[in-house]
């Protein structure tokens, strides 16, 4: 496979990364939930592909239907083209997100940062967590223990550097992630052989 998808919460800086990653500039102050269509990006020359897929969870001004709906489109995109898909990038909001998935807990739901890290687990992907807005963050490392523990990983976080990539996309601090994508890259160019 020779495509990277990132997948994520609504604002949790997906365009912002992907510009990042890319070298492309685009608009990203369109409304949420607009782009619905797969984004495709060329990186590392001609053999990778980047796909930007649609933010899911919540978002002003969309209903709940069209949410699902989107969310239903993000899995589907997934499990069509798993065969061919090298990594999966789950954005998070570092400052938010345990947050956001203690808040669903607390309610009796599955929260969607969890449950996309676990279907693409099932679907064979071996996830990448970007935890982006690193910059706001103070508690480091213990913010990055308990993503760990919601992610059904044991602490100290430190021993998942392949998988869990603190990052401050605003400022280009992607290094963690790079070295990541670079990592699976190279296993794969090496299975290739
Ligand atoms: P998307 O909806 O996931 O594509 O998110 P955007 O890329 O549009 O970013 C949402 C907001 O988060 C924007 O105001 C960005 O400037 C901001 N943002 C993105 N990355 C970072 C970051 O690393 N740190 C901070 N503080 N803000 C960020």
Redesign the pocket.
């Known amino acids: 496979g020779d495509e990277v998808v990132l997948v994520?919460?609504?604002?949790?800086?997906?365009?912002?990364?992907m510009r990042e990653l890319t070298g492309h500039s685009f608009d990203?102050g369109g409304k949420?939930g607009v782009t619905r269509q797969p984004n495709h990006y060329d990186w590392a020359g001609p053999d990778f592909m980047f796909t930007d897929l649609p933010?899911f969870g919540f978002m002003s001004g969309v209903e709940e239907g069209k949410r699902e709906q989107i969310k239903t489109d993000v899995v589907r995109y997934v499990e069509e083209n798993a065969e061919n898909i090298l990594a999966g990038v789950l954005?998070v909001d570092g400052k938010a997100v345990i947050d956001i998935i203690d808040r669903h807990r607390g309610n009796g739901d599955i929260p969607h940062d969890v449950e996309m890290f676990h279907f693409l687990q099932d679907v064979g992907i071996d996830p990448i967590v970007a935890v982006?807005?690193?910059?706001?963050v103070d508690d480091r490392d213990e913010r990055l223990d308990d993503l760990c523990d919601r992610l059904g990983l044991f602490p100290p976080w430190q021993q998942y550097r392949e998988t869990i990539c603190p990052?401050?996309?605003?400022?280009g601090s992607i290094e963690p992630l790079e070295a990541a994508l670079a990592k699976r890259f190279r296993d794969a160019k090496r299975d290739e052989l």
């Open positions: 994520g919460r609504s604002n949790v800086g997906k365009s912002t990364l990203t949420p933010g954005v982006n807005k690193m910059d706001k990052i401050t996309a605003k400022t």
